[in-house]
């Protein structure tokens, strides 16, 4: 029998928040990944117009956290950002905090999330555009990770880094060695701003201590961090960063397991497969429900914050740059990536259909707080159509009703 997150969550999550309680991001999440692809949300319905065929499809909750509907973004996102990339070599680079903070994080996660990219990038961005190692403006993806392959609460970001860089000339700069940086240099500096941006907003009273934390375990935890280096990891270079784009990509939406991974759930028991990194072996984990479930919302993202961003060349304003690059790199210049409808066929008769109506479910995440807003523009439901606008014989299927989907433009 399949297992899947919806259908645990659907089984475990009352109990679990009458244990526990949950934050208002993780009852959107909850809420949504529960209501996805059924008719809560409400659904499409195709027809053909030569046999009277009919297709549902439910809408999905397109939340970052559901395992179940984000293939479509996240391949639509790959598209996009790999027309975006340089064809010149590039650098994996993972810088990860210490687990003392975790704590911290759980309380300050909007802050804790901006300062990790924050000083991250600057880290690498700061040093390359050092005349001792490179000279030039590079591009940056960032990608924030909270989770560790069993659901463990471990943050860290990822980096792709460009071998090269702009200088302040207009000319392409290539790295200097086979290695961007210095791996002690990255280190040094990377806690030295995270340690010093810290004990600044601890005395701003801008982060909040977790329960029980008093001035003596925070100054432990300071002293403990400040003598333990951090883990800062560079991958070999790449010749170019698709293959680095194409990893990150399974971990942009869709939260932290997918339900491929998932083997069973009974007993109030789950179980999951993982690979261990010691290794390289697949594994087996089984944990309580409850465990499992506070294991899955530890890592739902904060409201707003966004877990993929770009710096330098990568910026989406930096298209002119990046063309001036692809002249020296003798890259074709970059042009915008469309992504197009996939176009429904009948399997009866293999004509394309006809997008005739849509519903929209009347859901909220918390009443009174926000309703569930859909996808794409405002629908109207059961609103009879213009008979002149169907074919040249103007007519249709028998027992089919008009309907039409209002957004930008009549389907019909």
């Not at 201590?209 to 400040?226: F, N």
């Amino acid at each position: 029998m399949e297992v899947s997150l919806k259908q645990i969550f659907n089984q475990g999550l009352d109990h679990y928040q009458s244990r526990h309680g949950l934050s208002l991001d993780q009852h959107r999440a909850a809420q949504a990944i529960m209501a996805c692809q059924s008719d809560v949300l409400g659904h499409e319905e195709w027809l053909c117009r030569e046999d009277g065929h009919i297709e549902r499809a439910y809408h999905s909750c397109r939340h970052r956290s559901c395992p179940r509907c984000n293939s479509g973004l996240t391949h639509d996102w790959l598209e996009k950002l790999q027309t975006r990339l340089l064809s010149c070599q590039h650098y994996h680079i993972i810088l990860t905090l210490p687990h003392e903070l975790n704590g911290l994080w759980y309380y300050n996660r909007a802050w804790c999330t901006d300062r990790l990219f924050k000083a991250a990038t600057e880290t690498i961005r700061q040093l390359l555009s050092d005349e001792r190692y490179l000279g030039a403006e590079v591009g940056i993806l960032a990608s924030l990770h909270t989770w560790g392959r069993t659901l463990s609460f471990h943050p860290h970001v990822h980096l792709l880094v460009t071998g090269g860089g702009m200088n302040a000339g207009g000319e392409w700069i290539e790295a200097k060695r086979d290695f961007l940086l210095p791996v002690g240099v990255i280190k040094a500096k990377f806690r030295g701003k995270w340690l010093s941006w810290l004990n600044a907003a601890y005395a701003a009273g801008e982060i909040t201590l977790p329960d029980g934390w008093r001035e003596r375990d925070w100054e432990k935890v300071l002293i403990r961090i400040a003598r333990k280096p951090r883990n800062v990891r560079i991958q070999g270079n790449y010749a170019h960063g698709k293959g680095v784009a194409i990893y990150l990509s399974r971990y942009v939406r869709g939260g932290p397991i997918k339900d491929s991974r998932l083997i069973g759930a009974g007993d109030g028991t789950v179980s999951f497969r993982y690979q261990d990194h010691q290794d390289g072996k697949d594994k087996v984990m089984g944990i309580s429900v409850e465990n499992f479930i506070s294991r899955v919302l530890s890592h739902v993202p904060v409201k707003g914050r966004h877990h993929v961003r770009y710096y330098g060349l990568y910026l989406p304003g930096a298209q002119d740059k990046r063309n001036l690059a692809r002249e020296t790199l003798g890259d074709a210049k970059e042009t915008a990536c469309e992504v197009k409808q996939k176009e429904r066929h009948c399997p009866d008769c293999g004509r394309p259909m006809f997008h005739y109506k849509s519903t929209r479910g009347n859901f909220s995440y918390i009443k009174g707080i926000e309703s569930y807003r859909g996808f794409g523009g405002p629908v109207q439901q059961d609103v009879q159509a213009n008979i002149s606008t169907w074919p040249e014989k103007k007519t249709k299927p028998p027992e089919i009703p008009d309907f039409y989907f209002s957004g930008s433009m009549s389907l019909n």
